[in-house]
């Protein structure tokens, strides 16, 4: 059996070319694990949920369960040479007996486009910002004034919607136009050029006078401020970090030559993503200590906190636009993963061009999103369960959709999966193999399905 598998896998090919090396794929997949979700949403989830505790909580996550989920998407994805929801009925047959996995893919494809609606949204800030930071409208301004400016530019529906459109135009384009070409260069360039920048703003914080106490907020636990709600929300954020539990990076794995190391690759892609989130927090805090900010501000904390430190240095402006320039590269990269199981997934269903389905996959995200552009001005106050329709959209995707894709598909990779098959995509059943495969079938899954009863109360509901 073992020889038929390996037959077939070696003469399955990709349907849209590889990756022209082991190093394009690693960038590939950092662009896409690098965005939002270390810059704009991690400090403003760490400050929303009393720091340190959340901040090791969310650590565990990564490397625990993280991990082995991205392992697992990786070997699957390149097994598999489809499009996710492909991939998983043809692995599911071969595997397990069952196409019914081919739900595990549809589940992704469906959170990819949703998340992509906000996300595309909270972009489109970051474009506004570039422009804002050009005109030199935050040099001096008081932290006051920054406040008052984000809340007037959110609350300006007009404007909110007019940057997500930029937004979904671009991406539709980079995605029209194939991934690897522009994707690359851009990634090569961003990822380098943000930590340096990263670092220029840890000069200030370092010298604002405040860093201690933007590091002890960040890593002095008090376990007793942290809920199992918080627990799934650092979860949920290993998973949105990661752009694991969708199969964006199954999509990814597909185009993948079979020589290159998915376990190094792994280490490499988490390690480069949790130092940026980490760094961001750490610029982040101080300055919110040192301007009496809030740390649980909510979505709009790097706007508030970022354009006060840049109004007081030499350059600021310059350096503010290059800044926001840079996050929105990052976001760009990572909604082209967003979209790439939707469009792989159109394109091989309906034998349509990929800029066909990019432009249709594309509007239809655009739509949604109108909601979520909406929930900062006119439905601010329409809310329901976790809040407006942002957060509700965030909190089902992140929260529930995400972690339960990884339990699928670690489920999968670790249990219906036969051990040849899988240790010949991870390179032999060496000490990372084993440990691996201890994470994929119990650590993760189980782990997850804990912490997700937990926060919903069913668990306790059900003792
Ligand atoms: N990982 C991205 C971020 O941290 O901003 C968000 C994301 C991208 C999630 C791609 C999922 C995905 F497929």
Redesign the pocket.
Known sequence: MQNSQATTAEKRTSLHGFWSSRMAFILAVTG???????IW?FPYIAGENGGGAFVIVYLFCVVLIGMPVMMSEILIGRRGRRNPVATMALLGQEEGGSRNWQWVGGMGVIA?IL?LSY?SVIAGWTLAYVFKSASGVFSGASADEIGAHFSAFVGNWKLVAFSHTLFMGLTIFVVARGVERGLEQAVRFMVPALIVLMLVLLGYSLTSGHFGEGVAFLFMPDFSKLTWDSVLIALGHAF?????G?G??MAYGAYLPEDTSINGTSVAVVTA?TVIAILAALVIFPIVFEFGLNPADGPGLVFDTLPVAFGQMTGGAFFSTIFFVLLAF??WT??I??MEPAVAWYVENFHRTRAEAAIVIGVLIWLLGIGSVLSFNVLSDFTFYRGTIFDNVDYLTSNIMLPLGGVFITVFAGWVMCRNSTAEELGGTGTAYMLWRILARFVAPVGIMFVFLKAVGLLDWLM
């Not at 896409?32 to 270390?38: K, M, T």
């Open positions: 896409s694990a690098v965005g939002l979700g270390n949403k990819g998340i996300y949105f970090t990661l752009s694991i969708m964006a990076i993503d990052a976001a990572s909604a993963g967003l």
